[in-house]
Structures are given as C-alpha cells and as structure tokens.
C-alpha cells in the first residue's frame, strides 16, 4: 500500500493498500501515509502521476552504477532531497552502500492492483530495469511460486539472512518467503496495521472510561456502545466508519480484522494462511456469521432480522461504498466518533489544529478471547497487516549493486531515517520506541499501541490464488453487509466457490 492511502495492502495501507486493493479504492491500506510535510502534497501528487517513469530509466541509463526501484511519489520524495535534510540515499551510504552506488526510483500509479499488473508485465517479458520491485505483501508471493524473483536467502550473506530472521516482524516476513522452502524472496520494506481511531474526549463525556483501552483493548459490545452514547451525547451524524465497498480492503483488511476477532478464518487458523490446495473451508462457522451479524447490527440497526442481539447501530449505510479516504472524511470532519484506517490517519487527525491528545487509538475491538477461539492464531484484538516488500528482478544484470543496496536498507538507522522521515513504519518494530517524537508527529503518543498492533497483526491468507479468491470473499462479504443476502447464504455461496477454487489447486499440483 503510496500516499495518502489505498488499501490494502489492501491495502496497503500503498497501502494496501490493504492489501491492496484492487479496485477503485486505490491502494490505501496497509502501507500507505504520508509524512507531515507534505500530507497534501504526496496524496494530490500520485493521483496525477499516473504510470510515469524518471527520465533516463526506462533503459539502464547512463551511470552502470545507478539501481532502479519502483515505488510511488511519496517514497521517491524522501530518497533525495535538496540537500537540506537527511534523506534516504544518503542514509543508505552512512551504513557502508559503496558511494559510487546510486537508487533511482521508477514511480508507478499508487493502485495496488495496478501495481502488481505493471511488475507482472515487466517480469513476464524479462525486463530490467527495474531492478527492485516494491511488491505489495498481499501479492509477493505469487510472484515468487513463479520465479519471478531472486532468492534472497541464498545471495545475500549470512549474516544478513540473519540479521533479517532475527529482528524483523515475523507475520510480515511471511509474506516474503517461499511457501514451500521457508527461503526469504523479499526484503520488508515496511508494515502497515489497521487501527481504530476514536474521539476520547467524546466517549469519555459520555460516562465511558477508556483509561486502559490503549493497552487492553475493550470488547466489541463496550466498544459500539461506547460509540452510540458519544454520537447521542455529541449530536454527531456518525458512530463508526469504516471500510466495507466491494474492494479487496474489505477481504484483505477489515473483514479479516472483524473475523479474526470473533474467532473466525477463511481457512481455519493462521497455520494455513500460506498453501492453497488442502485447506478446510471455515467461513459458515458460526464465528463467521456472528461477525456478519455485528456489522449488519452495526449498519441496520434492531430492524434486520439478521442482526446480532445487543449491539447498537452506529454505522452509516453508505460504508458499503466506501474505502478508506472516504471513510476517514467524516471522521476528520468532526461529523463522526471513530474511524478504522491506517496510521497514516493519525498524522492527518493528531495535530494539534486537528484533534491532539483527544485522538484516542487502539487496536481493533474483540468479541472472542484467544483461549476462547477454536482455532490458533485468531480471537483476541486484530489489525490486519499491510505494507511492501522489495524483491530483486531475476533480470537484472546490476546483481551485486542491488544486494549491495538491500543489505544497507536492513540497518536500523535506514529503517529509521524512513520512519522519521515519511512515517513508514519500521519492519523492526522495535524501532518504533526509538525514534525522534518531535520527526514522527502525533504517532508517537502512540507507539505501545503500534507495538501491540504489530505483535496481533492478522496476515491475509497470501497464496498463488489470492487474487482470484479476494474477490469472491469481498463480493460475498459485501452482499451480506448490503443486507442483498443472508449471513449463513452469503457464506455457503462462498464456501462453494472457494472449495471449487481450493480443488483447482490441489488437481494441479496433483493432491
């Protein structure tokens, strides 16, 4: 998931889109915000840029030193700066990249989907440059079961691989790897997680106490009725917004996060994210349905018969229309109590001229307890993870300058001059706690709960079929929430479907 968000990673956050989204949302999810700076700027910038490319680099250009990347505006405007402040080619060179070594960035459209269009044209007709591609975590790995990139375990050094083992966040080094050899094919650029954002002023002048939410994220039940009584109390014509168009936000990112929390997975637990073929079909278990049932009290209120007992209606009907810029519009209004988005929405909304220290921020609510859930790896709180991965071109004939390139983006100091500098989160999240608060704005009030997103981040289920599996899940999804069918018929068809696309695999690999 580029600027100013698109999914999902969807979204990435690039974002990412949450994953990234591959549709009209754009690529908000999962990777995308943008730095304090230029928060305007970036988001009107990239929607314009289009599929352009630097001068100079759709051939290898002049300088045999030079190494082409792709990536959207926002992270091209923080390589190279006027020279005025720190950027991240220079960084680069302060962890020992040979200073003869320069990165160019090849800019693409924002859109996830589009994105990954644009690397499997180039990489199917054996194209380089580019050298690096930034891939979305939602759809790396298809790549790699095509042998689209380079082995990373295998060509970077030891130490490296280990380095990158060790400290970086494991849910998204899995969206890197190999499924069947475990080897790392991408370098995690940076995560993105799916927060709640809230007016803490307005739930706590409604009688509620949310001293503790930070850490101990409240129950869904706390949570909505939490959310009610502020809007009440406030006049506002919002509760909750949140992400819910037909978009693969909604299959990637906000749903998996909502389904997590009730204990529930497309295909059983986390141990089955990864290999497609002989998975068990979870989606008309009953936590499944209570999710569905949640959102559709959420957007209907007490007169849908399909509605979950107990909980308020606090969402408008338009969020099965809406991604994330929509969204978060009421949200940054005034006009609405809380928002599910991306961190990149705490810069736009936790400035002092915006709302300051009464922006409250948690992970996603739960309705399930871990111990509670059937199976490993879901119930408890949620944020579903986004963000981009740099995978190295089997084509290019730059191999050493590149590796040379991708060992110096692991060193904590390049992880930071990026976080400081655009609000990238660190893929050691560590980092998070190390970092200049006066460089990083308003998130730094927020550093435990980035740190609790990350250690609960919920990965889509990342296969070779994802994408043509993301759009059954989200069109489904989607009808079910647009009250078009039933909970319980919404999920058999998708059963169905997703059996029928599961059988297809495991006949090719000959299971």
């Known amino acids: ?19 990234s989204a591959g549709n009209s949302n754009q690529s908000r999810t999962r990777g995308t915000r943008v730095s304090r700076r230029s928060f305007v700027a970036a988001a009107s910038a990239t929607t ?29 405007e923080i390589l190279h700066t006027d020279g005025d402040e720190p950027d991240v080619q220079q960084a680069l060179w302060d962890v020992g990249l040979d200073e003869d070594i320069r990165v160019e960035v090849q ?22 440059p580019p050298d690096i591609h930034m891939m979305d975590t939602g759809w790396t790995i298809p790549f790699i079961l095509r042998e689209q990139t380079t082995n990373l375990t295998e060509e970077l050094p030891d130490d490296v691989v280990d380095r990158i083992e060790d400290v970086y966040l494991d849910e998204v080094l899995e969206t890197a790897r190999h499924p069947e050899t475990d080897d790392i ?7 993105d997680f799916g927060m709640m954002l809230y007016r803490q002023d307005l739930v706590e002048d409604a009688g509620h106490d949310t001293s503790d939410w930070a850490t101990e994220p409240p129950s869904w039940e706390t949570f909505s009725q939490a959310v009610a009584d502020a809007q009440d109390e ?25 389904m997590s929390t009730w204990g529930g997975g497309y295909f059983g637990g986390t141990e089955d994210l990864f290999t497609a073929g002989d998975r068990p079909i979870t989606v008309t278990d009953d936590s499944v349905l209570d999710a569905i049932r949640m959102m559709r ?88 993870l986004g963000g981009w991965n740099l995978t190295v071109s089997p084509y290019t004939d730059q191999i050493d300058e590149v590796l040379q390139v991708l060992e110096a983006f692991t060193h904590d100091e390049v992880m930071l001059t990026i976080f400081e500098l655009q609000g990238f989160l660190p893929p050691n999240i560590d980092l998070v706690e190390e970092a200049d608060p006066d460089e990083i704005g308003p998130i ?40 078009a069918k039933s909970p319980s018929e919404a999920m058999e068809d998708l059963a169905g479907r997703l059996e029928g696309s599961e059988s297809e695999v495991a006949a090719r690999h000959g299971e």
């Not at 840029?49 to 992270?75: K, Q, S, Y």
């Open 1 to 19: 998931m580029g600027p100013r968000p698109t999914a999902g990673s969807a979204g990435n956050s690039d974002q990412p889109t949450a994953g």
């Open 48 to 76: 314009a840029v289009g599929a352009t490319t630097i001068a100079g680099c759709l051939g290898r250009g002049h300088d045999p030193d030079t190494v082409i990347m792709t990536g959207a505006t926002d992270f091209e």
């Open 107 to 128: 800019t693409v459209v924002s859109d996830s989907a589009q994105r990954m269009q644009e690397a499997q044209s180039t990489l199917q007709a054996g194209r380089a």
């Open 185 to 191: 094919h991408g370098l995690p650029l940076f995560p």
């Open 234 to 258: 406030a006049g506002l014509n919002y509760g909750l917004t949140t992400q819910a168009a037909a978009f693969e936000g909604l299959a990637c990112c906000t749903f998996n996060e909502v």
């Open 297 to 384: 009290a959420f957007i209907h209120g007490d007169d849908d018969e399909h509605a979950l007992e107990g909980y308020p209606q606090i969402c408008p009907s338009a969020i099965v229309q809406w991604t994330e810029e929509e969204s978060l519009s009421p949200f940054e209004g005034g006009d609405a109590v809380a928002n599910r988005n991306w961190p990149f929405a705490i810069a736009a909304t936790g400035e002092d001229d915006a709302f300051g220290e009464d922006l409250g921020v948690i992970t996603q609510p739960y309705a399930v307890s871990e111990d509670e859930a059937e199976f490993e790896g879901v119930g408890g709180t949620a944020a579903a």
């Open 444 to 483: 730094a009030r927020y550093v435990d709960q980035i740190q609790l997103a990350g250690e609960n981040a919920v990965p889509r289920p990342v296969t070779d079929v994802w994408p043509e599996q993301s759009a059954l899940i989200f069109q489904e999804v989607n009808a079910a929430y647009r009250g």
